[in-house]
């Protein structure tokens, strides 16, 4: 079964950037989505984005525009570039598999 571990996350002021990545045990070219949630303190786990083997990609309504999602096959990694960060993006964020598996999350805070 892969493995995920999520990097990148941090401490950044509004407006700032941060790029996420999450590193697989084994190849990731099968898989035909992988994705990104995140989840905020007291809320539900929600779905930030996801992208396909074919890297058609689905974006939160909340992140689009502002947020990009990609994957490098040859480097068994899928990454979020997130820009324009807001307060309400503080959260743990995860990489996830249609298998169900999910990596141990990164923290992002965003100061006011």
């Known amino acids: 079964q892969v493995q995920l571990v999520e990097s990148g996350g941090g401490l950044v002021q509004a407006g700032g950037s941060l790029r996420l990545s999450c590193s697989a045990s084994r190849s990731i070219s099968t898989l035909n989505v992988m994705g990104w949630y995140r989840q905020a303190p007291e809320k539900q786990r929600e779905l930030v984005a996801d992208?396909?083997?074919?890297?058609?990609?689905n974006y939160a309504d909340s992140v689009k525009g502002r947020f990009t999602i990609s994957r490098d096959n040859a480097k068994n990694t899928l990454y979020l570039q997130m820009n324009s960060l807001k307060p309400e993006d503080t959260a743990v964020y995860y990489c996830t598999t249609p298998a169900g598996v999910w990596g141990q999350g990164t923290q992002v805070t965003v100061s006011s």
């Open positions: 992208i396909t083997s074919g890297s058609r990609t």
